[in-house]
């Protein structure tokens, strides 16, 4: 009997496999794929989510978040769990003859999720006070890790998280999205190979105030928290404090208990490229100085609305952080000077930006897609772009200008044993106390 006849007479369905199941057509297999929980679906946890689910060499096998879908987030949107799940889950129905796909689990408790055996990396998007713990914790179980910047809530707990996957061998890429973007990088590699001569000053121009991201500036005040939301877990290692809308989701940074405002926020970001450009990256500097600020003075954010500091490098260089200065990052050389920002590039003189390095010459890391770039060490077990260490060094000098900020005085600083000489008070403040029962020990 012939196969058609068969399957007329029997009332069987001919089964179509789709190319994707098989690995055909520029298709990856499923059971080729790295797996990935995702830890933190707020929007950044969300938006990096779907970067990853265009890699069709991940397999998002988790999500996980202690609210399970409420407003608050970005222009107030509403993000979650349940949002989370049934985005991957609707992204891979797609692929599917039945249009239904069901293999997407939905967490709120994030140790459930570094405890799967057949996951291989993680997607850790939380806020800053949450940073330090899951990334111990999942490097210990042998994953590997996208972290979002910045990288730490202290410098005493970016070392134990840079510590932590350097032991165990982990791959670990810092949301630092900015060294995968040409523009920064033909900046460093000008600066690099002395095309605007010896380095002088560096300006990096971050954004001030306490914009109201989540519209729910005006709920500072205690309220009943809302259904589905785990409030003292989302506290965690923080201090215990009442629920209010303004507290969470994405104004949380801006109160110094769970982050450092728009200092941190950014600091992951500019900052960074100055220490790629200065060829710091595995350094620091020696001290902060001439430091101004003025604070947000509402019932419940605190953080830094406008400020000013210097970091002195070794080398003589000096690194101003402002909210007054042109955002972006400004090198600054004996033979003139180069300015870049997301999407744009200027320099003293036109020619500069013509350059490319010779064979001979500093050729920088380079990453077009910070997340592909992340997959590529992952399955190539090299470094990324953005790795912790320099990460942790970068995000550094925010947390020592913050520091110097809140004091209100200059701090001397060996980047070598990461020590603030002579300032008892400020050395202190490195590391903040963890809300029992939570430690960096127990993770």
Not at 85 to 107: F, L, N
Not at 158 to 171: D, E, L, Q, T, Y
Not at 230 to 252: I, K, M, S, T
Request: hydrophobic content about 35%; proline content about 6%; some cysteine.
């Amino acid at each position: 009997m012939k196969r058609r006849d068969f399957l007329t007479t029997t009332g069987v369905a001919p089964m179509f496999i789709p190319a994707a199941a098989l690995g055909r057509d520029g298709h990856v297999a499923p059971s080729n794929r790295i797996t990935m929980g995702v830890i933190g679906t707020g929007n950044q946890g969300t938006g990096d989510m779907k970067g990853f689910l265009r890699d069709e060499r991940v397999q998002v096998v988790a999500v996980c978040d202690v609210n399970k879908e409420t407003p608050g987030y970005w222009d107030g949107a509403i993000a979650g769990r349940e949002p989370a799940r049934a985005w991957v889950e609707w992204h891979y129905a797609r692929d599917k003859p039945s249009g239904i796909y069901h293999g997407c689990t939905a967490y709120d408790d994030f140790r459930q999720v570094t405890a799967r055996k057949d996951i291989d990396a993680l997607l850790i998007a939380v806020p800053d006070h949450w940073h330090s713990i899951p990334v111990v914790m999942a490097a210990r179980a042998g994953k590997d890790i996208y972290g979002e910047k910045p990288l730490s809530l202290t410098i005493a707990e970016g070392r134990a998280m840079s510590n932590a996957v350097k032991a165990n061998n982990r791959v670990f890429q810092c949301g630092s999205q900015q060294r995968s973007d040409s523009r920064f990088r033909k900046a460093c590699e000008i600066v690099r190979n002395g095309r605007i001569g010896k380095l002088q000053r560096v300006l990096c121009g971050l954004p001030g105030g306490t914009p109201d991201f989540g519209k729910d500036a005006d709920r500072q005040d205690p309220e009943p928290v809302p259904e589905g939301f785990n409030y003292d877990f989302w506290l965690g290692p923080a201090p215990e404090a009442p629920y209010a809308p303004a507290r969470c989701f994405v104004n949380f940074r801006w109160i110094l208990d769970y982050s450092g405002g728009q200092i941190t926020d950014w600091g992951g970001h500019h900052p960074d490229i100055a220490q790629w450009g200065m060829g710091t990256e595995l350094t620091g500097p020696i001290a902060i100085k001439n430091g101004q600020a003025e604070w947000a003075r509402e019932k419940l954010w605190n953080t830094a609305v406008d400020y000013y500091f210097e970091a002195h490098y070794e080398t003589g260089v000096k690194l101003v952080v402002s909210s007054r200065l042109r955002q972006g990052v400004t090198f600054e050389g004996s033979d003139g000077w180069i300015w870049v920002n997301r999407g744009a590039i200027e320099a003293s003189t036109a020619s500069l930006l013509d350059y490319e390095p010779g064979p001979n010459e500093i050729h920088l890391y380079k990453s077009d897609n910070h997340q592909r770039n992340f997959i590529d060490c992952v399955i190539s077990r090299s470094e990324p772009i953005a790795p912790i260490e320099q990460a942790h060094r970068s995000i550094s000098i925010a947390h020592l200008g913050n520091i110097s900020l809140r004091l209100g005085r200059d701090i001397r600083w060996d980047p070598k044993e990461e020590k603030i000489i002579g300032d008892d008070t400020a050395q202190r403040m490195l590391s903040r106390p963890m809300r029992k029962p939570w430690s960096l020990e127990l993770s």
